[in-house]
C-alpha cells in the first residue's frame, strides 16, 4: 500500500513553454501533497506545500508564479511549471501525507520523481 | 529553523560488513521526529527507519538500527550485514509534527557504496 505515483517520469520541453507534472496517489487519500527539488548529486529542497482544495504554501525564494501548483481532490496534486527555462531543468519530486488517524505515523510518501529537460 | 548535518559526503563498506553513518541535527523542539530516507539510483526515496524523540528506546528494522542521543542531538544509522543493495544515497530528515503538513528537512546525505 501507500503508493505514489508521478507522470511523467521524464520530460524534455522547449525554452518558453509550460510542462504539466501530476502527483497521485494510489491507494490513499492525501490532505497534503509536497513538491520537492533536487539537483544533481544534492539532497532535496522542499518547494512548496500543497493543501486539497485551498492554495499551495511555497518557500522561500520559490517563484509562485512560475511554479504552479494545484491540489484539486485527494489523490491529485499538480505542478506546472510556466515559461520553463533550462536552469528550470531538474528532478521533481512530489510526497504525499495520508489522512490522520489513530496511529498516524508523520510518514510522507514519495514518487518516484519526474526529470525535466528544458532546451 | 532546523538544521541537519551529514558529515560524512560517501563512504564505502564491504559486502557483510557493518557501517555506521552520522547525522546531527539542531532544533529547540522537544518534540519531533527523525528519519532515515534511501535513494538509491533509481531515484525513488525509500523510508529506511523512523524514530520518536520522545521514545528513548533506539528504532531497529531488520538490518537498520539507530543510535539516538537526544541530548546530544545526534542520529547515527547502522546497517549490519551490509548488501549490494544497500548501495544508494542516505538522507537523516528532521520533522516537526504539526499534523499533515508536517515538513521534512533533508540533511546533504550519505553516498554509501557497499563492495565485494
Known amino acids: 500500500g501507500a503508493v505514489v505515483s508521478q507522470h511523467p517520469s521524464w520530460v524534455i520541453c522547449k525554452s518558453g513553454t509550460s510542462v504539466k507534472i501530476e502527483c497521485r496517489s494510489l491507494?490513499?487519500?492525501?490532505?497534503?501533497m509536497f513538491w520537492y527539488r533536487q539537483f544533481p548529486k544534492q539532497s532535496l529542497m522542499l518547494m512548496a506545500t500543497s493543501n486539497e482544495g485551498s492554495k499551495a504554501t511555497y518557500e522561500q525564494g520559490v517563484e509562485k508564479d512560475k511554479f504552479l501548483i494545484n491540489h484539486a481532490s485527494l489523490t491529485l496534486s499538480t505542478l506546472t511549471v510556466t515559461s520553463a527555462h533550462p536552469e528550470d531543468s531538474s528532478f521533481y519530486i512530489c510526497?504525499?501525507?495520508?489522512?490522520?488517524?489513530?496511529?498516524?505515523?508523520?510518514?510522507?510518501?514519495f514518487g518516484p520523481g519526474t526529470r525535466l529537460t528544458v532546451t | 529553523a532546523q538544521t541537519v548535518t551529514q558529515s560524512q559526503p560517501e563512504m564505502s563498506v564491504q559486502d557483510a560488513e557493518t557501517v555506521t553513518l552520522s547525522c546531527t541535527y539542531d532544533t529547540s523542539e522537544n518534540n519531533y521526529y527523525l528519519f532515515w530516507y534511501k535513494q538509491p539510483p533509481s531515484r525513488q526515496m525509500i523510508l529506511v527507519i523512523r524514530?520518536?524523540?520522545?521514545?528513548?528506546q533506539n528504532a531497529t528494522e531488520n538490518r537498520f538500527s539507530v543510535n539516538f542521543q537526544k541530548a546530544a542531538k545526534s542520529f547515527s544509522l547502522k546497517i549490519s550485514d551490509s548488501q549490494l543493495g544497500d548501495t544508494a544515497m542516505y538522507f537523516c530528515?528532521?520533522?516537526?509534527?504539526?499534523?499533515?503538513?508536517?515538513?521534512?528537512?533533508f540533511g546533504t546525505g550519505t553516498r554509501l557504496q557497499v563492495t565485494l
Open positions: 491507494d490513499f487519500q492525501a490532505t497534503t
Open positions: 524514530q520518536e524523540a520522545y521514545k528513548q
Open positions: 530528515a528532521f520533522m516537526k509534527p504539526t499534523g499533515t503538513a508536517s515538513k521534512l528537512t
Open positions: 510526497s504525499a501525507s495520508p489522512l490522520r488517524t489513530e496511529n498516524y505515523s508523520y510518514e510522507q510518501y
